[in-house]
């Protein structure tokens, strides 16, 4: 089954396209602000994955980011200096959360492509890939906390995925970890000299994994995520957290500083 994928320019409010063929369901997102992740971008992108998913001729999904430079921002600022409740900060939070539960409940394996930087929510996204391939420049950091806030809702998706030791040094020293760290603690499962080997890496795995059992990746996926059933509440309550603590002056001073670096 080919289904081609729609191709808009690239906007000021982004993008999510996606293509299915040959088995492989690929995901594109972009944000022309670093692909940064605004709350319309996290809804519709959740919304795809859990579609594609659904495709019965997607056997394995990729998950790219658009164009150069970093692979992902994370939360987009702009938006988060605009939240002027506690409701509206849980909602936004929960985007991220949406994403992580579309990907690990996705009955395909979810291989992450990470072509550049990757910051704060974008390090829970390629956690919940279940392989993630990057060049050797794709650096990674959780800098939550130089912001006033914390890791919260991406936490135990990051925590599952490299250990509770590799996330608390990542939320608690906000400085980037090269690729080598990452590969090294299990964050990245390949490391490639440039972003052409990357993507042959990628696309020499999604075909080899197209033409595998879906049945058997299935249930290996229920076995790498086991243990995640209750993530719905658990993530919904760390959105609150995080909702809460980007209302205090605290925050809000550090985004501002932080923007006008």
């Given amino acids: ?99 992580i539960l ?16 990757a910051a704060c929510g974008a390090v829970g996204l390629i956690a919940a890939s279940d392989f993630s391939m990057a060049v050797d420049k794709a650096s990674a950091k959780l800098s939550e906390l130089a912001v006033g806030i914390g890791p919260f809702v991406v936490g135990p998706v990051i925590e599952k995925k490299i250990g509770l030791a590799g996330f608390s040094q990542m939320a608690v020293d906000a400085d980037w970890r090269d690729a080598a760290w990452c590969e090294r603690h299990g964050l990245y499962a390949r490391v490639y000299p440039d972003v052409a080997a990357l993507d042959g890496g990628v696309d020499a795995l999604a075909a080899t994994l197209a033409a595998s059992n879906p049945d058997a990746m299935a249930q290996l996926k229920r076995v790498f995520w086991a243990g995640t059933e209750q993530w719905d509440a658990l993530l919904a309550e760390r959105a609150a957290m995080s909702g809460t603590l980007v209302l205090s002056d605290f925050t809000r001073q550090a985004i501002g500083a932080f923007k006008a670096r």
């Avoid at 519709?44 to 998913?53: F, I, Y």
């Avoid at 291989?111 to 930087?117: D, L, N, Y």
């Fill in 1 to 99: 089954m080919n289904s081609p994928a729609s191709t808009p320019e690239s906007g000021p409010d982004g993008y999510v396209r996606t293509h299915v063929a040959d088995g492989i369901g690929r995901i594109e997102f972009h944000h022309p602000k670093s692909n940064s992740l605004p709350g319309h971008l996290l809804r519709e992108l959740a919304a795809t994955v859990t579609a594609v998913s659904e495709t019965p001729g997607g056997r394995v999904l990729v998950l790219p980011s658009g164009c150069s430079g970093p692979c992902c921002a994370g939360a987009y600022f702009d938006e988060l200096t605009a939240i002027s409740d506690t409701a509206q900060g849980q909602q936004f939070f929960s985007g991220f959360a949406g994403v």
């Fill in 102 to 117: 579309a990907m690990i409940r996705a009955p395909q394996f979810v291989i992450s492509r990470v072509h550049g930087k």
